[in-house]
């Protein structure tokens, strides 16, 4: 039996601007017994404290600015489902999230026309809530438990930040007309899909009379590949706790990797959550030898989970790298 020791897997600002009292007369100022002030002396006249507050946008002018920030936002979200690589799909969403901060960013300073100072108020820190729900999204591609474009869509999509975000820039369109910040993608749902046991998922390779029985012992499903010089030879799927095999192996030395999870999309031929991704370091080889009498060939086992006295060690890989 070969068996694996597994690797772990706003800013509302506001100037006030106090100009000094100022006499023209070159009076000055003395206090009386009693503390009070007393007006400064002089054919001058004093000038008192005065304050500005920055002017409200016309509506022309916020419409712009949102414009100017709400689109960026809903394309950075809506480009996250084009990525095809676990690479781009991190840097995906790190571009959605610094398109929402700078949203936010460059909204926070303005006041807006008085009619919409609360959806303003409101659009604001929603986009603050959604720059937080996205770095934990980032931060859940980079540790794995989620692993593709669907899972990380999903997961937003389910999110009271998105559907925060949602609602604030709807309030912006129905309060004014305002429809920079409305969201016009609709997330997919959270799946959780699973092939039967035993499905072969690439049979490129065939012919011989090798077998190949895979345990799978562990808490997840997976899907054990077979790959010669460069070509993908077999695929199986093997639900956790079970055991499935592959008959007619053609003789060759075989490099296995294997990968686990769960939720598996078969458009991208992997697993949308708590996904690893390894290999076998040592080959596999298959032979058929004839002889006067008989035709001996090899039958081979693999145990995915760890076993006390295992005798295949594995390496971790790459997503980018998986043969998929």
């Not at 980079?142 to 869509?153: F, N």
């Not at 039967?196 to 054990?224: E, H, P, W």
């Not at 053609?250 to 959550?273: E, L, N």
Request: include cysteine; proline fraction near 4%.
């Amino acid at each position: 039996m070969i068996s694996p020791r597994l690797s772990a897997l706003a800013l509302a600002a506001s100037l006030t601007l106090t100009l000094a009292a100022c006499t023209s007369g070159g009076g000055t100022r003395t206090s009386s017994g009693s503390g009070d002030p007393v007006p400064a002396s002089g054919s001058g006249s004093g000038k008192g404290a005065e304050s500005s507050a920055e002017a409200a946008l016309t509506p022309e002018a916020y419409q712009v600015e949102l414009d100017a920030v709400g689109v960026p936002v809903g394309d950075a979200l809506r480009d996250i489902a084009k990525a095809r690589t676990f690479k781009s799909l991190g840097q995906r969403v790190r571009r959605a999230q610094n398109a929402v901060e700078s949203a936010a960013e460059r909204l926070g300073p303005l006041r807006p026309p008085a009619e919409i100072d609360t959806e303003h108020t409101d659009y604001l820190a929603a986009l603050r809530a959604m720059n937080g729900k996205l770095d934990e999204l980032g931060q859940a591609v980079d540790d794995r438990s989620l692993c593709t474009a669907s899972s990380v869509l999903g997961r937003l999509g389910k999110s009271g930040e998105f559907g925060g975000l949602k609602e604030a820039g709807a309030d912006l369109a129905g309060g004014g007309d305002y429809k920079g910040g409305l969201i016009k993608f609709t997330p997919p749902k959270e799946r959780n899909r699973r092939l039967g046991n035993g499905t072969i998922l690439a049979s490129g390779i065939r012919g011989g009379r090798g077998t190949l029985t895979v345990k799978n012992g562990s808490s997840g499903d997976s899907v054990v590949t077979l790959v010669l010089g460069k070509k993908k030879a077999v695929s199986v799927y093997v639900r956790k706790r079970s055991t499935a095999k592959v008959t007619n192996i053609k003789d060759g030395k075989y490099r296995v990797y294997y990968t686990s999870g769960s939720d598996y999309d078969r458009a991208v031929r992997g697993f949308t959550h708590n996904c690893a991704f390894q290999k076998f370091d040592d080959s596999l080889s298959f032979k058929t030898t004839y002889t006067a009498t008989q035709i001996r060939w090899s039958n081979w086992t693999l145990t995915l989970n760890k076993v006390i006295g295992g005798n295949a060690p594995t390496s971790d890989v790459s997503p980018d790298d998986f043969p998929v």
